[in-house]
Structure formats: structure tokens, C-alpha cells
């Protein structure tokens, strides 16, 4: 009897069972098909186009792209370019100006956007009209930044004239026209576009650090510096690595702002990899050289990116 | 997971793009002549093509530049998808034409007698292995000098015929308080300048040599040296915040007199007739010192791809209206460049066009004609920005002497070859 009133039982359910199968699993399916296309795309443009440009480099491509694999000729000439320091080639200039820009370009962004959001956390009045006004250089793009900044930095046009017309006729400021310091002005140009965002990113790590710890190192006789040394600081670790990677890959990719502050600089003194990468890709048909330089831009990115990655997301589940 | 993900993938690539077809009554261009002279003067050769029924069309490209056309270029081509033609420059026409993938346009050139009226120079880059894949459009000359006439009258100066003529003139107006040489510190300009300097020091012979056939005793020979530090001495001649300057701002200097003069291409007469300028009474064009009796040359020319049948027609009605002696005529008088024909009369022409126009035929009949480096007309891409890297360091201090840029020009011209 009760065998078969299970089975009475189970029959409808399993006559139920099909339709709503379908309908579980395509429920299920839904996200990754509508995430399919974006997938497909990053597969193919990114790293389907990495392997590409890794083939590429091996090859004798010139204007085009040519299939047959000649060897590593591209690596060889970067190499040796990588020594000529006296007159400098281009790309010793390009890789020597990434580790000039990158360093200061991040450190200073961190140091400064650290200073302004501990600031504005002091619970000042007007942090409403404050904060915008920090943050809003990083909506321009970065061709604005360099046209703007190229004509405030040019001597015979934007800060040097106008201090001479004031009368302080001895001020003298040509960085942008100078072979051995254009590269700083693109760190301060740069600079000042990146750090008001980098200040809202600390601003909302302070925000979040939780007040009675802050008050129960004040009772603890903490002094404001100690306060911030040695607990807001290592509270705020999270945020030094998102700023690091936001600030990083924009030191890596930084092209235009080069392009639109210094058009290169004097004879090509201003020159990141970036574009060198494209110089030689684009207008001088050595395709090999610049997928080459364009590998070596990604190795250099990985050795450092990586590391970093991995030591600071396995510490933190503990 | 991972097989669900690739099924949905190829139902979204599922939506490939049609390929898009072309209107046979179309001409599909590629320039980036989009300043208002030049735009004006396309506009005849719109005009010209609706008479016979084809229709323009301006393929876009993004930032406008002749660099970002040739980017976008690339890719239509390796996308298979031709446009009628492109603007192009010397050595990317051979290039493409070396790629397969352009026209022929040999019948139109016999029929409209292109091999006899273009300068043979110019047929090196628009003729490909027998066949006409381009049509010249204009010729630039390079070696010119552009001199603010009052500036000229006030320090009492007069038309230099030698380089130590030229220094002698440009001391005058040192002396006398105005910048004597307007300069645009980029790359370009710099190797655009010493083309000429090079021509006026070493001679017609010694610049076809180095600069056209990249021979090796030449370009480290004492003569190149001696070039060099002619244009040394030029660049003490600049103001201190020449670096990094557009063209367009240094012909600016010149035209407002707060500079005495300018070398650069006859483009920059372009800059004059905006500003209302004519030749001979507010400036003054004369060829480079001790450059008298050569040219040289740059061509922008429209590269013709090879399209579909149905769409040649097209290809060939723009080819002939881009030769035609009226085009020619009207288009250069506005541009600032000579006819790339020799057989258009010069009656619309300024002073300056009628100079350049004579010239260049006496160029092309005594084989002084020569491609210019700087611009892309005396060696292939790789080497001519090779080349400008050089000059650029040179006139910048990376490199300090001549005997330095001399070991440099060679090795860099080897490496890029």
C-alpha cells in the first residue's frame, strides 16, 4: 500500500520535474550568458592579442604583419639600446623616464593624497566644497591636463611670463623646454590630476576606521602622530593597495599626457615606453620592435604587479 | 561552466557585422586635409566629381592627424574593406603596393598622359612595378626661406645668396633686437631644416648621395660634419623657448615680425595668405642659400586601392580630376605647393607658386630633384625617423658634437635599414 501510494505520489512529481528544470537551469545559465559576450571579448582583445603581440615580436614584421618567426632580432636590438646611455637612444630614455615617472608619480600621489585626506578628516568646515574641488582634475583626460599645464608651464606663455609682467623679473622656470627636467613636469602634471582621486580613496578608508579604537588609543595616551603611525596607517593597508594599482597602471599607460604636454619632448626626451611602442609600431613600420617593447612593458608590469598582488591578498583571510 | 560560457559566446558572435557595401556612385576618401584651406580646396575637387555624378565621402578618422589616418588605414585595409583612395605619403604608397593591395591605373595614366607631364621623381613612389597605383596631387618644396619683408627693410638686408651670406643676415637682425630665426623645436622641423642645410653645404651631387641613396662614405664624410655644424651655428639663432613649437606658430613669429625668418616647406605660404599677407610686399620667399637651381621634394599623393569592379569607375573619374590642369591649378594656388604636373600654366599663381613652378621644372630637367628626407621622400619610415632622432638630439645637446652625430647618423641609418 504505501509503495504504492508513493509511487502515485511520485509520478506527478516527476511529470512536474522537466518544466521547471528548464527553467532552473536556464535561470541558472542567464548571468553567464548574458556575461558570455564580455568574456568572449576579453578573451579575444586582451589576451588573445597579448599571445599575438608575443608571436609578432619574434617575427620580421615591418609594415604589416608578417607569420614567419625569424627569431628574437627585435629583443636583441632593444637589448642593446638598453646600454646606450651616451647620447641616450630612445628607448634607454623611455625605460630610464618609466622609473623616474613611476616612482615619483606613485609616491608622491600616495604621500600626497594620504596628507590631504588626514586634513580633511579633522571634521573641518566646508569638506563639501573641499573635497570636489581636489577630485575633480581626475575628470578631465589627460589630453586637457597636458594642453592646459604645457601652456601654464611655457615660459613664454603661462607662469614664468606672467611673474616676469609682475615684476619679479629673475624667476626663471623652463623645466618643459629642457631635455634633462621635462620629465618632472610630467610627474607634476600628473600628479596633480591623480591625487585629489587618491585623497577620496584614503578619505573613505578613514571614514570607515572604526572611532573607538581611535578613542581607546587617545585614553591610552597616544599622541596624534603616534594615533596615526601606528594604528589609522596600518588600518588604512587595503586602501595603499588599491591606490598602488590604480596608480601604477596609470604610470604604465601613461601616453597622451606625454604626447599632449611635451609632444615628446626635446629630442625625444619626455619618451615613456608606451610611446616608444607606438612610434616604432605606427610611424616607423617596425612592427617587431614595438610588439618586442611592448612585451617587455608587460613582463615588467607582471614582476611587479604580481608579487605585490600575492603578498598582500594571501595575508589578509589569515 | 566553461562549456556554457563558450556556447554563449558563439551565439554572440553570432552577430557579425554585414559587410558593409559600397555605393558604386561613391568615392570613398581617406585625407586629413580638414584645416580651412585645405578643405577649401578639396571642395573643387568635390565639385568636380558631382559634375560626373559620384558622390564624396569622407572616411572619418578619429584625432584627424596623418599619423591616426594611417592607423585607421591599416586597419580598413586588413579588414578588406578598401576605401576609393587615401592621402598618402611616399614611401606608404610602395609599401601598400608591395602588400598587394593596390590599384591599377596604368590605362587612365597612357590615356591622360601622366608619364610624360609628372616629374619622373615623383613616379618612383606612384609607380609600382610598371603599374600607376597613385596620383600625385601636389609638390611641396622644402628648401625655402620665409622673411617678414619690414623686419628685411628695417635692418637694411638683402636676399642672401651663400650660407655665410645667410649668418651675416641673421647677425643684422641679432643686432638690431628682433629673434632672427623662427624655429620650430620638434623633431621634424629640425631634420626639415637640415635637409637644407645639407643641400647648401655638401651640394645637389653630395645630397643624393647621402640623403637619397643612404651611402655610407657620405654620411660620415667630413662634408656632413661640416653640415652639421652649420646648423649648429643656425640654432644659435633661435629664441630660448623654441622647443616643442608647431610649425604653424614659428610662420606666426614671422608673419607678426617678431622673428626675421623662417625654412621651412612652402607650406607655411599657406599661413601668409590667411593672414592676408602677399608675396613681395609684406614677405619674402626666397630658396635656401646656396640651394638655387635644386628642389626638394615632398608629394602628397591619393593612393589608389584595388576596389571591386563596380566601384573603379569611380576610382577612375577621381583619378583623372585629380590630374586635371584645372584642379591642379586651383587646387595648389590655395595650398601653397606647385601643380604635380609640369604642363599647368602658372597664371593663377602668386609670385612665390610661378617661382616654385619654374623650379621645379628646371629640377626635373636637370636632375636636381630630390626627395626630401625629413618628409619621408628619401628613405623608407624607419630610417627617416632614425634620421630626425639624430638631428633632434643634436640640436637638443643628447649628442654634443658633429663627429658625434656623424658616428650616430650612420649607426642609427644601418640599425633601421
Known amino acids: ?318 | 561552466m566553461l562549456r556554457k560560457l563558450l556556447i554563449g559566446t558563439a551565439l554572440a558572435s553570432g552577430f557579425a557585422f554585414a559587410a558593409h557595401a559600397a555605393d558604386v556612385k561613391e568615392v570613398q576618401m581617406l585625407h586629413w586635409w580638414t584645416s580651412g584651406g585645405e578643405a577649401a580646396a578639396l571642395n573643387v575637387l568635390k565639385e568636380d566629381l558631382a559634375k560626373e555624378g559620384y558622390a564624396w565621402k569622407d572616411v572619418p578618422v578619429a584625432g584627424g592627424g596623418g599619423d591616426a589616418a594611417m592607423t585607421a588605414l591599416k586597419a580598413m585595409v586588413a579588414a578588406g574593406n578598401y576605401p576609393t583612395a587615401s592621402q598618402m605619403l611616399g614611401y606608404t604608397v610602395l609599401d601598400y603596393a608591395a602588400a598587394g593591395v593596390m590599384g591599377d591605373l596604368t590605362e587612365t595614366a597612357l590615356k591622360e598622359g601622366w608619364d610624360k607631364s609628372v616629374p619622373a621623381a615623383l613616379q618612383k613612389f606612384s609607380v609600382y612595378d610598371g603599374k600607376w597605383v597613385a596620383a600625385p596631387v601636389n609638390v611641396h618644396s622644402v628648401n625655402w626661406l620665409w622673411i617678414n619683408k619690414a623686419v628685411m627693410d628695417k635692418i637694411g638686408g638683402t636676399e642672401p645668396k651663400t650660407f655665410d651670406d645667410f649668418v651675416a643676415l641673421l647677425d643684422k637682425a641679432k643686432t638690431a633686437g628682433v629673434i632672427p630665426l623662427a624655429l620650430g623645436g620638434q623633431n621634424w622641423q629640425e631634420a626639415t631644416m637640415f635637409d637644407s642645410v645639407v643641400l647648401s653645404t655638401g651640394g645637389p651631387e653630395f645630397y643624393k648621395k647621402a640623403f637619397n641613396d643612404l651611402d655610407e662614405e657620405q654620411l660620415k664624410s667630413d662634408t656632413m660634419k661640416k653640415s652639421f655644424d652649420n646648423l649648429a651655428k643656425l640654432v644659435t639663432y633661435v629664441d630660448p623657448n623654441f622647443s616643442g613649437r608647431d610649425w604653424n606658430l614659428a610662420t606666426a613669429m614671422v608673419i607678426k615680425g617678431d622673428a626675421l625668418v623662417q625654412v621651412m616647406g612652402d607650406w607655411a605660404k599657406g599661413e601668409f595668405n590667411a593672414a592676408k599677407k602677399t608675396p613681395g610686399t609684406d614677405f619674402l620667399c626666397y630658396r635656401f642659400p646656396g640651394t638655387d637651381g635644386s628642389v626638394i621634394y615632398n608629394s602628397d599623393m591619393f593612393g589608389m586601392f584595388n576596389v571591386p569592379d563596380d566601384r573603379k569607375a569611380a576610382q577612375v573619374a577621381l583619378a583623372t580630376a585629380t590630374l586635371s590642369k584645372s584642379f591642379q591649378s586651383a587646387f595648389n594656388v590655395v595650398k601653397g605647393s606647385v601643380p604635380a604636373r609640369t604642363d599647368v600654366p602658372d597664371t593663377d599663381f602668386d609670385a612665390c607658386g610661378k617661382k616654385g613652378m619654374a623650379d621645379l621644372k628646371a629640377a626635373n630637367e636637370g636632375g636636381t630633384l630630390f626627395g626630401s628626407l625629413a618628409q619621408g621622400y628619401g628613405a623608407p619610415p624607419a630610417v627617416a625617423n632614425a634620421y630626425k632622432d639624430v638631428v633632434s638630439k643634436f640640436v637638443h645637446g643628447q649628442i654634443k658634437t658633429s663627429d658625434e652625430a656623424v658616428t650616430e647618423l650612420v649607426k642609427a641609418i644601418e640599425d633601421a635599414k
Open chain 1, 1 to 318: 500500500m504505501t509503495t504504492v501510494a508513493t509511487q502515485i505520489k511520485l509520478t506527478p512529481e516527476h511529470n512536474a520535474r522537466p518544466g521547471a528544470s528548464v527553467r532552473s537551469h536556464l535561470q541558472d545559465a542567464l548571468p553567464k550568458i548574458v556575461l558570455a559576450p564580455s568574456f568572449a571579448i576579453t578573451i579575444v582583445f586582451v589576451y588573445g592579442f597579448i599571445l599575438w603581440t608575443i608571436y609578432l615580436s619574434f617575427t620580421n614584421s615591418k609594415t604589416f604583419p608578417s607569420y614567419a618567426i625569424t627569431g628574437p632580432r627585435a629583443y636583441q636590438r632593444l637589448w642593446r639600446w638598453t646600454f646606450e646611455s651616451d647620447p641616450p637612444s630612445s628607448w634607454y630614455t623611455s625605460i630610464t623616464n618609466m622609473g623616474i615617472f613611476g616612482f615619483l608619480y606613485i609616491f608622491i600621489c600616495l604621500a600626497l593624497g594620504l596628507f590631504l585626506a588626514i586634513l580633511l578628516d579633522q571634521k573641518i568646515r566646508g569638506e563639501g566644497v573641499l573635497r570636489p574641488i581636489y577630485l575633480y582634475p581626475m575628470a578631465l583626460s589627460f589630453i586637457v591636463t597636458g594642453v592646459a599645464w604645457k601652456w601654464f608651464l611655457d615660459p613664454g606663455l603661462g607662469l614664468e611670463q606672467t611673474l616676469h609682467q609682475w615684476g619679479w623679473t629673475s624667476f626663471h622656470f623652463d623645466w618643459i623646454k629642457n631635455k634633462d627636467f621635462v620629465i618632472y613636469t610630467v610627474v607634476i602634471a600628473g600628479v596633480w590630476q591623480a591625487s585629489g582621486f587618491i585623497m577620496a580613496m584614503f578619505l573613505a578608508g578613514l571614514r570607515g576606521i572604526d572611532g573607538e579604537i581611535m578613542k581607546a588609543a587617545q585614553i591610552d595616551g597616544a599622541t596624534t602622530f603616534q594615533l596615526y603611525r601606528r594604528i589609522v596607517i596600518p588600518l588604512l593597508r587595503p586602501i595603499f593597495l588599491s591606490a598602488f594599482i590604480v596608480l601604477a597602471h596609470l604610470a604604465i599607460k601613461s601616453y597622451d599626457l606625454v604626447v599632449a604636454l611635451t609632444s615628446g619632448g626635446p629630442g625625444g626626451s619626455a619618451w615613456l615606453p608606451s610611446n616608444f611602442m607606438y612610434e616604432f609600431t605606427f610611424k616607423r613600420n617596425e612592427m617587431a620592435v614595438g610588439s618586442a617593447s611592448a612585451v617587455i612593458m608587460l613582463m615588467t608590469i607582471t614582476a611587479i604587479i604580481v608579487p605585490y598582488l600575492y603578498s598582500e591578498l594571501r595575508e589578509r583571510p589569515r
